[in-house]
């Protein structure tokens, strides 16, 4: 095989990695919804990855709220 090809399958196993990480240590959705979405990284290489990360990218970080009195 040509070496751009074994670069090119690498990087796309190490993005899909990156993506597959960070989904995993999101905090905002359900677990299940999580090994959906992880499946959807793995089976439709590239395109589940981006799709993934660009909903991760837009979601919006859950701050805790202090206890009013």
Do not use: C
Request: aromatic share 14%.
């Amino acid at each position: 095989m040509s070496d751009i090809v074994i670069y090119g399958i690498g990087g796309l196993v190490f993005y899909q990695a990156y993506v597959t990480i960070r989904l995993v240590r999101s905090k905002s959705f359900p677990s299940e919804r999580k090994w959906r979405q992880a499946l959807f990284i793995w089976l439709i290489p590239f395109i589940g990855a981006a799709a993934t990360l660009a909903v991760l990218a837009t979601d919006k970080p859950v701050l805790p709220q202090k206890p009013s009195d």
